[in-house]
């Protein structure tokens, strides 16, 4: 039979006198477990939830990788690159890679009566995943996507919408400024997006790829470059040497000399912002483990005192100091694991309260997105279940050698 095991249990599930100092002190101490096993959960859940709503909107516009002209990234003009059927096989043919899809960049001025906005215009073909766009739709529908033909519609955003004054069917006239002349068509308003992005927001508008392809006067095989989505986004580098390895510094069927770079190089400000989201989440974790270990000290000292006779009565029938200790100790396990059924329980609800509720409302043009995004993680959970009790229960080592100087003679005396 274990002893220090049985003992912590009876002292634990002893109710005895209430007005001790002890019952206070258990209820303190689970309760500053509690608390900051529920605020670490909530923190953890908030950071993830947000770094991963804010880059998925990224990638949706931009994608995981892209392939373009080389000339591309040296100059604010968009190259072509011919992207024909055996390319694309190549490029979806690479390991890690889950898609691919054409693209076409054309630079122009929305102009209405009273106002004008210089707009980038992307050219998205009929293999183009549309799933991000249209969770972002908040108005009308997606344009009519054709590589062939363009029926001219276009895809704006709400700011532009509001800027311009336009609503779904309006048609609106488009200029394109090239090196000789200045081209011009006229769009028909077909859907409103929003993902409160200010980069994406005010500049970009989606239409089929044959319009963009037209306004550049481009072939049809030609584009500005292809754009990979990757299985798994953890594995981003490998797959990105992957593609730098089978297509840098070749050529197209023109002689255009390929080359890629990744969303992290595309966009390095918003993922630099977004790692160092993870100082704030190690420094609040710090601090809550902080305050569970010295509210676990301070109340495992508390009961180590009002139980110094009982520890001399065990000293007096030959118990060692080892067992006394150990049987502080799991009296304090049993507290800790209490606080974190109830710090569970309080961080989860919040979490999922917020999940489905969108109760806490954010400032969408300062953190892009209009409430706070929550996301669980199990394995975190367990993760930060794991470390409380571990860390909690390594601090009280130290205190619980309180108990070999406690003498049998004088404790037997002392009130």
């Keep these: 039979m274990n002893l220090p095991l049985f003992l912590s249990k009876r ?18 101490a689970t309760i500053g477990v509690a608390i900051g096993l529920a605020v ?51 490029l979806t043919a690479i390991d890690g890679v889950k898609h691919a899809e054409r693209f076409t960049m054309a630079q122009g001025i929305l102009k209405t009566d009273d106002d004008f906005l210089g707009v980038a215009l992307k050219g998205i073909g009929p293999e183009y995943d549309l799933t991000f766009l249209k969770q972002c739709l908040t108005d009308g529908e997606m344009p009519a996507l054709s590589d062939s033909t363009s029926k001219y519609q276009l895809l704006i955003s709400k700011t532009m919408a509001e800027k311009l004054r336009l609503s779904i069917g309006d048609r609106i006239f488009t200029y394109f400024i090239g090196e000789d002349d200045v081209r011009t068509r006229r769009f028909t308003i077909c859907g409103i997006y929003q993902t409160n992005m200010k980069r994406f927001d005010d500049f970009v508008c989606i239409t089929d790829i044959y319009a963009t392809q037209r306004i550049n006067g481009w072939r049809g095989d030609e584009c500005s470059g292809a754009e990979l989505t990757v299985d ?31 969303i992290l190089e595309a966009y390095p400000q918003i993922f630099s912002w ?22 676990m000290i301070s109340g495992l000292l508390i009961i180590i005192l009002e139980r110094t006779q009982m520890i001399g009565v ?40 917020q999940k489905y509720t969108g ?28 470390a409380t009790l571990v860390i909690s229960v390594f601090v009280l080592i130290a205190p619980s050698y309180l108990v070999s100087h406690i003498h049998p003679a004088r404790s037997m005396r002392y009130e």
């Design 274 to 295: 977004l790692d160092l989201l993870d100082i704030n989440v190690w420094i609040i974790l710090a601090l809550m483990i902080a305050v569970a270990g010295f509210t």
């Design 359 to 386: 109760l806490v409302k954010l400032d969408a043009q300062t953190y892009y997105v209009s409430e706070a995004p929550m996301e669980i993680s199990i394995p975190l959970i367990l993760l930060l279940n794991i």
């Design 232 to 262: 798994d986004f953890s594995r981003l580098d490998e797959t990105s040497q992957n593609v730098v390895w089978l297509v840098n510094r070749t050529q197209d069927a023109d002689g255009n000399t390929l080359a890629s770079q990744t």
């Design 314 to 353: 065990l000293k007096a029938l030959g118990a060692r100091n080892q067992a006394i200790r150990r049987t502080f100790l799991w009296f304090a396990v049993f507290i800790i694991g209490r606080g974190l059924l109830w710090g569970n329980v309080l961080g989860l609800g919040i979490v999922l309260l």
């Design 11 to 28: 002292i634990y599930e002893d109710q005895g006198d209430q007005r001790k100092v002890s019952r206070p002190a258990i209820r303190i």
């Design 40 to 90: 670490m959960i909530v923190t953890v859940s908030v950071i993830l939830g947000f770094k991963h709503t804010v880059r998925d909107k990224v990638v949706g516009f931009g994608s995981h990788i892209q392939v373009e002209n080389i000339n591309s990234y040296t100059s604010a003009n968009s190259f072509p690159v011919c992207i024909d059927d055996s390319l694309m096989n190549v």
